[in-house]
């Protein structure tokens, strides 16, 4: 929808086909990001569960992925994570 | 089609049937309960093939109408007071996704003091929620309204969620002669619903969902666009009304006997029928008074209002609610539209009737006599009962 200019081009219902997450990216608020430290992770998905927007996603080999497009920098991960594998880093 | 006595929540039910309803939802609440009880007695008998959908709240009442209205059903519910403020949250959601569902209320005091009576706080306060207001003063004209409302909401030019209130009581449980058109006629009136912008089960899109600064204003902007729109189109749908039906109810604020009037009491709902029969007495007696039922709350109709400023010098405005503010709701609003103009007229608000206290003909006399006289206060609670001094001869 972001290609919209003006109003009387928009649909008069808010109705629309593509998903939000392909186009809006939510993330820029974030202040910290997290970095996973894959040698410490022992792949138990606690990170993908408590991610409360569904901004971790797990690759093939099973390990997490942080979609940064996405991600808030909220650090419930880091928290949950139980083997301690995920650092905070304060965004440049 | 013989008159058929039916009290006004029945007028609501015989509308929704009339109007082929495919999705009703509602929790019972006094005094709107035998609307939806009724409609219930019409499903179960077959006479109505419709889906009712029993809820535990009325907070999923108003999610089954949205939910159904977003998969292009014609849907209805009804509610009242504490019911009404249950689903506040949720009307947002139905103007914004622009879902023409229909619903009647039983306008109902809110509580505390717990009050089971007439009062129109509870409407009132969804004066902001995107939602068309219709208030009624008689069961012929909930009927009407209520068959006319579905097809003002469905509009293309609209679509927007309407209400039709009526008085608790005095119209909700009192039987009136009702003209219930015949099938054959809402059929004529009120074509088969084709909804547009719905989602359609296998096809993945989303409705209402996230949007950003980028364009959130763009789409209340179409809402109250539409907004404008919506008078014009009540207008042809009225006089489509009356050429199937024989029957309009005057537009948006029909006035009575205000050609030479040097004072107007603006009044909601049932206190008109009493106010009528004071302009005739005070008539009788010389007195050059006259009446408007605002019979349109939302969208206020600002081009009658102003015309009434333009030829009245005195307007009084009854507030049968009382929502917070140093003044009545309709006063403000009335108080609003009137503003502009370059000859204001003298303005006063009177305030009555809360809690399903009578508004009784000597009250809106005093009103008449407030209006007449230019009385000091802006703001005045008539009816209100107040330590009078007694005194006593010799």
Redesign the interface.
């Known amino acids: 929808?972001?290609s919209?200019e003006a109003?009387e081009d928009?649909?008069?219902?808010?109705?629309?086909?593509e998903?939000?997450e392909d186009?809006?990216k939510t993330a820029s608020w974030r202040t910290q990001r997290p970095v996973i430290r894959l040698e410490a992770c022992t792949k138990c998905n606690v990170c993908w569960k408590f991610c409360p927007d569904v901004a971790i996603e797990l690759n093939a080999d099973g390990y997490p992925v942080v979609r940064l497009d996405y991600c808030k920098g909220c650090g419930i991960c880091a928290e949950e994570c139980k083997p301690r594998a995920i650092d905070m880093v304060k965004e440049g | 089609m013989p008159l058929q006595v039916i009290s006004g929540n029945y007028a609501q039910a015989y509308a929704a049937k009339l109007a082929r309803v495919q999705v009703i939802s509602a929790y019972p609440i006094t005094p709107q309960t035998t609307i939806v009880e009724k409609l219930a007695d019409f499903v179960a008998s077959g006479e109505l093939p419709a889906e009712y959908i029993k809820v535990e709240s009325e907070h999923s009442a108003m999610q089954v109408c949205i939910s159904a209205a977003s998969l292009g059903a014609r849907t209805y519910t009804a509610s009242s007071s504490q019911g009404l403020l249950l689903m506040h949250e949720l009307l947002h959601w139905a103007s914004g996704i622009r879902a023409p569902i229909v619903m009647g209320v039983a306008n109902r005091a809110i509580a505390p003091p717990l009050s089971i009576w007439t009062d129109h706080s509870d409407t009132i306060a969804q004066r902001d929620t995107g939602w068309i207001q219709y208030y009624a003063e008689s069961n012929q004209e909930v009927l009407d309204t209520a068959l006319m409302a579905f097809r003002l909401a469905e509009h293309d030019d609209v679509r927007l969620p309407a209400m039709i209130t009526e008085d608790a009581f005095y119209l909700s449980h009192t039987v009136e002669p009702v003209d219930v058109p015949s099938q054959e006629q809402a059929d004529a009136f009120l074509p088969p619903y084709k909804a547009r912008d719905i989602l359609r089960p296998g096809e993945a899109a989303r409705l209402g969902s996230y949007i950003g600064p980028d364009l959130y204003m763009e789409f209340r902007y179409k809402v109250a666009r539409a907004m404008t729109r919506v008078p014009g189109v009540m207008a042809a749908v009225e006089e489509e009304y009356e050429r199937i039906t024989g029957r309009n109810h005057g537009g948006p604020l029909p006035t009575y006997r205000a050609d030479d009037a040097d004072a107007v009491l603006i009044t909601m709902g049932t206190a008109t029928t009493t106010a009528r029969s004071v302009v005739d007495a005070l008539r009788a007696r010389g007195e050059k008074v006259a009446l408007a039922k605002l019979r349109v709350f939302r969208p206020l109709p600002m081009h009658e209002l102003r015309e009434l400023a333009r030829t009245v010098d005195r307007i009084g405005v009854l507030d049968r609610s009382y929502t917070g503010g140093l003044v009545g709701a309709a006063y403000s609003e009335v108080a609003g539209a009137m503003f502009p103009a370059r000859e204001r007229p003298l303005l006063r608000n009177f305030i009555a009737g809360l809690g399903g206290r009578d508004i009784t003909p000597p009250m809106v006399e005093t009103m008449y006599r407030r209006l007449l006289d230019g009385s000091d206060s802006e703001v005045e609670w008539i009816g209100l009962k107040e330590r009078k001094e007694v005194t006593v001869d010799g």
């Open positions: 929808m972001t919209y109003q928009l649909p008069e219902v808010c109705i629309a086909t998903s939000s186009v809006y």
